[in-house]
């Protein structure tokens, strides 16, 4: 029944040299996602609901593409075996990311419903489809999931209408998993996991992941890492033993610490989990959201990658990602995923959530639960409302003006710097 997979069935060279490469507009014959929707999800099925090795396109395939294109994409994988637990479905979906990237003239970007594939020039002359998208991962996950899976069926749509419908029944799992960790504390938990996948791009750049500090692509949480643990224990999620707490307001532990220094070749030898201001954790380039401090407004704002305007503190997304996103820890700003912010730790050592002070609208709307549940905790029920937007204001002095108007907590509270 086993599938014994030694070379990946693609007209492309395919290793881990080719991770690193990207593919440039020159280059470029089609993108997916990026300005377009591209998603990807791996469920577990039935092991008779699927057939092993079952690759459907539907919608245009690379013949119905010209240069220059940019289409939807959704990638959807689904994974069968006597030994495959629904919690194991986010640690293949994270793979998703290097395993295409292996690909000679192909890049991929992001995960989740953020993905971005390139495909350049040369990939396609050779014969790259959108159908071995899906080949890759079939063959990929045999071989390195092999002990716990035994089929692999691919479902890649290209059509807008059928990647919508296929994002909102992926947002709906993420939100399901992302849920997992909610009535769990760092307190109660003694021990918290690293993650280093990300370090390929970012050498120095290691996550820890905390019940309530997700890892900032928004992919992995403390649950994930720990099943990741079990189904490879030389993987890049490690158990660390959290050890003496020597900040409790910043979030700061001993043996996250040495684990970090260690892990970064001695290149960060601290950080703090619950702080932007002082010492934030490293910052890679597929954080989900990068918040960044507003001194003028007491406060923080975020940005999130979907979001391409202009933002309070200066600088776009991109430009945020590009300067800070290469693994280093940089006082002022920090990436971290979406469902973070509606973590009870989130900034807790600058204030938590009352000093956020900015978001995208589209962001705000997609948290609205969340937020709604802070701010009754933290006694501001209507904080949602207090954040400004895009559609009030984009530089520092309006917003600012804006929080007086409306009484915004971070108004009030103590510097936040000093
Ligand atoms: Fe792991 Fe962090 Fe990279 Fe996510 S961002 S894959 S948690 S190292
Ligand atoms: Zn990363």
Same mark, same amino acid.
């Given at each position: 029944l086993k599938t014994i997979v %030694? =070379? +990946? $069935? *693609?007209?492309l060279s395919y290793g881990a040299a080719f991770e690193g490469e990207r593919v440039r507009k020159d280059d470029l014959f089609v993108e997916f996602g990026g300005k377009k929707q591209a998603t990807e999800l791996v469920e577990m099925a039935e092991m008779d609901e699927i057939e092993d090795n079952k690759i459907v396109v539907i919608g245009k395939e690379m013949d119905d593409v010209k240069k220059g294109d940019k289409l939807d994409l959704g990638i959807y994988v689904q994974v069968a075996g006597r030994k495959f637990q629904p919690d194991f479905e986010p640690i293949l979906e994270r793979q998703i990311h290097h395993l295409i990237n292996y690909a000679q003239g192909v890049m991929h970007i992001g995960q989740r419903d953020i993905s971005w594939i390139r495909l350049g020039q040369p990939a396609v002359e050779k014969g790259f489809k959108v159908r071995h998208i899906g080949q890759i991962l079939h063959d990929m996950f045999h071989k390195e999931f092999g002990s716990i899976l035994d089929k692999v069926q691919v479902t890649l749509y290209t059509d807008p209408k059928d990647v919508k419908a296929f994002t909102e029944k992926a947002r709906a799992m993420y939100k399901a998993r992302d849920s997992r960790v909610e009535n769990m504390t760092d307190e109660n938990e003694e021990i918290f996991y690293s993650c280093t996948l990300c370090q390929s791009f970012a050498p120095s750049h290691v996550c820890v992941v905390s019940p309530e500090r997700t890892g900032l692509c928004g992919a992995y949480n403390w649950m994930d890492c720990k099943a990741s643990f079990e189904i490879?224990? %030389? @993987?890049?999620n490690q158990p660390i033993e =959290? @050890? #003496?707490?020597? $900040?409790p307001k910043l979030g700061m532990w001993k043996g996250c610490n040495d684990f970090v220094a260690k892990a970064s070749r001695g290149k960060i030898s601290q950080y703090n989990f619950?702080? *932007? +201001?002082? #010492?934030p954790m490293t910052t890679c380039g597929c954080c989900e959201c990068i918040a960044a401090l507003l001194p003028g407004c007491n406060g923080v704002m975020t940005v999130h990658r979907d979001y391409t305007g202009e933002t309070p503190c200066g600088m776009k997304f991109t430009t945020l990602a590009g300067v800070m996103g290469g693994g280093q820890s940089s006082p002022g700003f920090v990436g971290h995923s979406k469902y973070n912010i509606i973590q009870r730790k989130y900034i807790a050592g600058d204030g938590g959530i009352k000093r956020m002070v900015w978001m995208p609208k589209s962001l705000k709307e997609e948290l609205r639960e969340g937020l709604l549940r802070r701010g009754e905790e933290v006694g501001v029920p209507d904080l949602i409302d207090k954040i400004c937007d895009e559609t009030i204001a984009i530089d520092e002095a309006s917003v600012y003006e804006y929080l007086q108007k409306v009484g915004h907590p971070a108004v009030e509270m103590d510097p936040i710097v000093g």
């Open positions: %030694t =070379k +990946v $069935d *693609i007209p490879n224990p %030389t @993987g890049p =959290k @050890g #003496e707490c020597l $900040d619950y702080s *932007i +201001v002082y #010492e």
